[in-house]
């Protein structure tokens, strides 16, 4: 007998072990077993309450565990598939290729994540930004310092729970098969990614750190192979692309190439924070969250008109319990970025609130023709970082100042590291940018009865929600409309949105170059 029950239950029930096994084991006959397979909290109500899915078995073989086992064929000598990148989209597509038996090569222009630590510290303390080892580039990619947050609404891309349980597998915690809005944090994903890069060396399989890529090596209108910043060559039977959305230099190399790119629209903004204890306050209706409940999330959504033209506002990868990071790529540029420990306990709540930007609204960049968006993006970037004396330090606003266009005399305290710049974000942000958010975060203080206040900070700019390029690929083989066995992947390319997209595009893209090009 394999059953599912569906309780709502109290957070205090739900959400602590013991005692939800004291509320189900007295309902189960003698024999049965019980696992917890799923768990949403519902805030909705004056009263929150966690919807659960109970699954009844009556047999030791659980018929939900993990299906998915690290691939045990040694691939040393296996025909090969170049991976440049190695976040979700380039690991994911190494895993995949181990599965199929083909050997995956990856090239990292960063360091490996361990190594990585030692360079955010540097961005933080000493404003130093190495444009090969930041936030952005190194292994494990923008993700792995981040909330790890692996919620996606792209579930007709592929096998959402393989991904999830591949994780798993290589040390996530079990929760995340569990959880509605699941994440790892990031004082656990490091961890996660050196299991993940374990098993690809292990099984033949190799990742070269501190190796950029420079050039392309195409032959007879296909692409067989890179060269490295230290001269080196590799050719192999084709080449995944997953650079990620801020690999300039790669865009700029298929630009010299005539490799076909294009401008993509994307979106553009601020970072807001608020003390995590009135987001709870919000969401949950009450003064105290208590112990069982987690630190509260939000997601705001509004439509801005202006002009006559109509774009959308929205909050972008919040984090609750978290921290505001810098995650420029090079000198003399201010971006920022959220993320979150696994607990989220910190006791700030920050989220991305961005103006989705379309390339109608780029006239003043055309001129940079498939760079359009790319060139609008670098140049508010560098204006916030010369606005705040050409550091890392960034622009900020109290949100009520923000919105009523008034210089802060004095800032809140905020998580973000490198420190505060009280600046009038109007001169930091285009015009047209600046009032729509203006207009964004009102309808949200209405929707959201608290949300616009003077203990909130807005800090400048949030410019890296996804690629500003897109590198068009076939729709049936996944191929490059232009060039053969060129492979785009991932965020870097415009197909995905997060870990988990990235981690579907990459696996996908790996079947098809094998599929075409790999006879295993």
């Known amino acids: 007998m394999n059953k599912i029950l569906k309780y709502r239950l109290k957070p205090e029930i739900a959400l602590d072990e013991s005692n939800l096994d004291a509320f189900i084991s007295p309902k189960i006959k003698g024999g049965a077993y019980w696992k917890l397979l799923k768990r949403s909290i519902d805030a909705r109500g004056k009263k929150v309450s966690v919807d659960v899915e109970i699954g009844l078995y009556d047999d030791q073989v659980d018929p939900w565990s993990i299906a998915y086992q690290k691939p ?25 290729c181990l599965e199929l038996g083909a050997k995956p090569i990856l090239f990292e222009r960063g360091k490996d994540v361990q190594e990585r630590r030692r360079d955010l510290a540097k961005i933080n303390k000493e404003h130093i930004v190495n444009p090969d ?60 990614i050196a299991d993940i890069r374990e098993t690809i060396v292990s099984r033949g399989g190799e990742i070269h750190f501190n190796s950029k890529v420079t050039d392309f090596i195409i032959k007879n209108g296909a692409l067989k192979g890179v060269s490295l910043t230290n001269g080196e060559k590799h050719e192999g039977e084709g080449v995944i692309l997953a650079t990620g959305h801020s690999a300039r230099d ?44 987690p630190a509260a999330p939000y997601a705001l959504t509004t439509q801005t008109r202006l002009n006559d033209v109509q774009r959308g506002v929205f909050s972008f990868c919040m984090c609750p319990g978290g921290f505001i990071v810098p995650s420029a790529t090079a000198p003399g540029e201010v971006v920022v970025n959220g993320m979150s420990p696994s607990r989220r306990d910190s006791k700030f709540a920050n989220s991305g609130i961005v103006v989705a930007i379309e390339n109608s609204d780029l006239k003043d960049f055309q001129k940079h023709g498939n760079f359009a968006a790319l060139a609008f993006q670098s140049a508010i970037e560098k204006k916030a970082c ?60 209405k929707k959201s009865k608290g949300y616009v206040t003077s203990e909130a900070v807005v800090v400048g700019v949030e410019s890296r929600t996804s690629s500003p390029v897109h590198i068009p690929r076939k729709s049936d083989t996944w191929e490059h409309i232009q060039l053969k066995r060129l492979f785009p992947c991932g965020e870097g390319a415009g197909y995905a949105g997060g870990i988990m997209s990235a981690a579907i595009d990459g696996e996908k893209c790996a079947e098809k170059l094998i599929e075409q090009y790999i006879n295993v």
């Open 386 to 445: 010369e606005m705040t004396g050409g550091q890392q330090k960034a622009p900020a606003q109290r949100l009520s100042d923000f919105i009523g266009n008034q210089l802060s005399q004095n800032l809140p305290d905020c998580s973000y590291q490198p420190g505060l710049v009280p600046t009038k974000l109007s001169e930091v942000l285009p015009d047209e940018i600046n009032k729509r958010l203006q207009m964004g975060f009102k309808d949200f203080g």
């Open 133 to 192: 080892s930041n936030y952005c580039f190194g292994e494990g990619g923008a993700g792995t310092y981040s909330d790890g947050k692996l919620y996606t609404r792209s579930k007709k891309r592929g096998d959402v729970r393989r991904i999830l349980e591949m994780l798993v597998v290589h040390g996530a915690s079990e929760d995340i098969l569990k959880d509605t809005h699941p994440h790892i944090g990031t004082n656990k994903l490091p961890k996660v």
């Open 72 to 96: 045990e064929i040694n691939v040393s000598s296996r025909p090969v598939v170049l991976i440049v990148g190695t976040g979700p989209a380039g690991l994911f597509a190494a895993l995949r």
């Open 250 to 293: 790669i865009f700029e190399l298929l630009e010299a190439k005539k490799i076909t790119i294009e401008s993509k629209p994307f979106a553009l903004g601020v970072r807001v924070e608020h003390p995590q204890s009135l987001i709870d306050s919000i969401q949950y209706h009450c003064d105290n969250r208590g112990k069982y409940l």
